[in-house]
Each structure stands twice: as C-alpha cells, then as structure tokens.
C-alpha cells in the first residue's frame, strides 16, 4: 500500500505536494519521492529512502519546479524494500518523456517482463511493478500518437490498451512532460483515487488526484468525485480536464482493508466516513463477542491505538462496559504493520506502546484491536497487559481472521506468515495467549462497508475481503501465481 497524489496548479506545485505526502505518510514509511514538471517539459526528481520530513532538503525543495507534479510515500509490496532502484517516481525518457508513481499490485509481471523484452524492446532495470506498467504506458503511448498529436483521446486509447495488458490493483498517476497529468484506476476500484478542484475568481481552476480525500479538504479543494473504476483523467498544463471510461465491464469493488486499517480515520471513501466505517464494525462485533463471551468475564474495554479506538468505544457503548484507555502510543515510532521486515516489526512493538498498570491491575479485560495479521505484535500486547496487572485478557480483533495471502497492494503475500491460515479459532488464541479471543464474522464485515457506502449515496457492486474469503476478485489469481509469489517473495 502506498499513498499517491498529483496536481496542476497556477504556480509551482512542490510544496503543496510536500504538504499532501504528510497527509498521506500513514500509508508508507519506506520511502518517498517528488516529480515536478515545468510548462517548457523540463522534469524535476527528488526521492530518498526516509519518510518525507526526513528526505527533502531546502536544495531539493528549490530545484522541484513546476505547476505540475506527482508525490509518493511508499510501502513497499513488490521487489525490495531497501532497494535505491525501486524508489518512485520512475522516469522514462520516451515518448515525450513520462514520470509515473503507483499503488496496488499487478499480478501479471512475468507474462509483462517477458513482453517487455520481446514485445516492446524495453529495458527495465528493476523488479518493481510500477517501473513495468510504467513501461507498458510509454509503449501504447508511442503506438497510439506522434509527436503532433497528443490528443485526450489518444492518450485515453493509449490507456485502454494499457488496462488491456495488465492485471490486478492499481491507482496511476502520470506526468507527461510539457502536457499534462494523467491519472487512472484499475477496472475493479480496489485502489482509491479521489479527484478535487479548487476554482480561482478569474475563472481557472487547480486540480488535484489522491489516495485520501483528506488531503482535499486540507487543502481547501472541492471533492469532485472518486475516479471511477477503470476511468481515466487528463489535466493539460493550463488546467482543463479531460476524462473517459477506458475499461469494459468496470465495478465498484473497493479493498475492504482500507477500511479496516489502512485509511485515516478521518477520510471518506466511496461516500463513507472511514470513522464511521469503523463504528459500524465495533457495533457488530460487539454482538459477536456477546455470543461468545460470558457475562462477567469482561470489566473494561480498551483499543489497541490508534485505528482500533472507533471500533472499542462502540463495543463498550454497545455492551454498556467502560471504556477505558491502558495503552499509551509512542507516536514518533513508525506503524508495525507496514514495516519492512519480521524483526524490524517485532523490536518496534515495546518502543510504540507502553501498558499503564494502574488501569490493567486486577481487571478482567477486553482488547480490541482493527485486525490480527501476522500475530506478532498482538503476542507482545497481550503479554505486556498480564505483566501490567490484567486477571484476564480477552482479545477481539474488529476484522476477520486473515487466512489467506493479499496479492492486490497489501504486504500479505504468503499465507504461512499468518496466524490465522490453517488454524482455528482457539488455536489462534492459544498462539497469542489470550484467555478468549472473537473475531468479526465475514459477513459483518462486508455489510459494515456495503451499508455505509449506501448511506453516503453510493453502491458498491462488491467488496474486495480475499485476504479474509480467499476469493480473489480480478479472476486472474491462480494457486500456482500464489505459490510463485510465496517463493520468490522478499521481506
């Protein structure tokens, strides 16, 4: 999962794309990068392995010219997560010369490899997916138009073409040198894209793309609309909009993970709250925990911070227990989750939270956390709540158990990494240490998202839970592609 944003302004865009990727900083941690391009073409890159405080300077700043421009924060999901050569944005010098950032995931890098070289006659330098569909762009760029001729509509085939050959999740953002941004969406809308406007009394209008609309409204722009799935926009320099559906058969199918963990409470996506979206889910696992958990054995109810804490104070209000606060979040140390690597996941988890024994000693407690991956840090949690005190720990997690590999942008590629495939609920729970653990029910889950979607006007055709259902959305996922990522998967 990364976090994405494009925009054409009236003067130069860098800082308010430096000031988008802070927004956007939760969603990737192992690097980040900026491509700005002036009205002449010439094209500016900064881009550095640190999160975005860290990786420009005053001197990157004041090179990154332009009233069009593209920023990324990445979390890394293919190739190597240290690796200089995967940074984004990717460059390539022909046709016109293009800059490209992506999230999601394709699922067809070895058939897109393979053409690279005997189709298209291009090099790729690294075994990052977004250089490869970077690629594949430049090549239906060069077959679709000319020198003369770079039309909307050529560039809209050029992306028809494009989604023709590649598979799975992703969001695109493009700059195209001396001519615009473009941006398009996967056919399945797993990945999000938000378009916004900001409109000047003279009549002219600045343009931004996203992954979260709280970087809009940070910005005083106009929500416009998501971009839709499989539809592609164009701004040209001088900020007029362009835009097409390029894809056959399109649905609204967004990744649910977004909204159990990945999104900022406070963004809306596809007409729904993300806070919201997370009461939703508190109030339903509040009456799947009272099925499965006697009467008394709870005294309070406490989230594991930060993202679970709408879903626990739901399921306190819920089942009339107090709601209290036992964990205190070291907030300068980066979210476990995303961090590259087992061990750097395990060491960060002591240093990000620490147990307040004056509100574990002696009581019965429930722990709600957004969801249970890997297991690693919900072990360490459970134990650092006994030694603070706690008679017993119960443990709810507002998601599904995650059973099966995430091959659409989440870093979940091998199903033996987590706690939950091929073991049962309790077994779960013995592995973690808990005295009783609950989990959300599927079908809550994706009733949560479907309901609150409605209730912001808009209907979702399906929601994408293969991490939690194993059924892969796209219909290009096979078990031999899955053994394939698990096998040559790096940490």
């Known amino acids: ?94 046709p016109y010369g293009i800059t490209l950032i992506h999230n999601g995931n394709l699922t067809n890098t070895r058939e897109l490899t393979a053409d690279m070289a005997r189709r298209d006659r291009r090099h790729l330098n690294s075994s990052s997916d977004t250089e490869l569909l970077l690629n594949v ?20 085939q050029a992306v028809e073409r494009t989604q023709k050959r590649i598979e799975g999740a992703y969001a695109v953002v493009a700059v195209i040198a001396g001519y615009g941004l473009l941006a398009f969406r996967d056919p399945f809308g797993i990945r999000p894209l938000i378009l916004g406007r900001r409109s000047h009394d003279d009549g002219s209008d600045e343009w ?22 499989g539809e592609a926009v ?44 997370r009461l939703r889910m508190g109030e339903k696992l509040a009456k799947t925990i009272a099925k499965h958990i006697p009467e008394g054995e709870i005294d309070v109810v406490m989230p594991i911070p930060d993202s679970s804490r709408p879903a626990a104070m ?50 019965k407690v429930l722990l709600i956390d ?27 997690s507002a998601a599904p158990p995650v059973r099966y590999p995430h091959v659409y942008g989440i870093n979940m590629p091998t199903a033996e990494e987590l706690i939950a495939h091929d073991r049962t609920i309790p077994e779960i729970g013995e ?10 029910e599927i079908d809550d889950l994706r009733d949560a998202i479907i309901e609150g979607c409605a209730a912001g006007g808009v209907k979702l055709d399906d929601v994408e839970m293969s991490c939690f259902d194993g059924r892969y959305i796209t219909g290009t996922v096979t078990d031999e592609y899955l053994e394939w990522v698990a096998a040559t998967q790096t940490s």
């Open 208 to 229: 931004v793309v996203a992954s979260e609309s709280l970087v809009l409204e940070n910005g005083d722009y106009e929500i416009v609309r998501e971009v839709a799935p």
């Open 234 to 277: 164009f701004i040209t320099n001088d900020g007029e909009l362009f835009s097409k559906q390029c894809a056959d058969d399109a649905i609204l199918a967004p990744c649910s993970f977004e909204y159990v963990y990945l999104a900022r409470p406070d963004s809306v996506m596809n007409g729904q709250s993300i806070y919201e979206s």
């Open 431 to 440: 592995v973690l240490g808990c005295d009783h653990i609950v989990f959300q």
């Open 314 to 363: 739901e399921v306190a209000r819920v089942l009339g227990i107090e709601y209290r606060e036992g964990f205190y979040k070291n907030r300068y140390v980066g979210r476990t989750f995303i961090m590259p690597g087992q061990e750097t996941r395990k060491k960060s988890v002591r240093q990000k939270l620490n147990a307040m024994s004056s509100e574990f000693k002696g009581k």
């Open 1 to 94: 999962m990364c976090g994405i944003v494009g925009m054409v302004g009236r003067g130069h865009v860098n800082q308010d794309i430096y000031d988008a990727l802070l927004l956007l900083q939760h969603r990737g941690q192992d690097a980040t990068g900026i491509a700005t391009a002036e009205s002449s073409g010439v094209m500016h890159i900064a881009r550095n392995k640190a999160m975005v405080r860290e990786a420009f300077r005053t001197r990157d700043m004041r090179s990154l010219l332009g009233n069009v421009g593209l920023g990324h924060v990445r979390y890394a999901t293919k190739g190597t997560a240290s690796s200089e050569e995967e940074l984004q944005p990717f460059y390539v010098n022909a």
């Open 370 to 396: 957004d969801s249970i991956v890997r297991g690693t840090t919900s072990q360490q949690i459970i134990q650092m709540a006994r030694d603070a005190g706690a008679i017993s720990v119960t443990f709810a």
């Open 137 to 156: 762009l430049a090549s239906e760029l060069q077959e679709t138009t000319s020198p003369v001729d770079l039309e909307p509509e050529r560039i809209f």
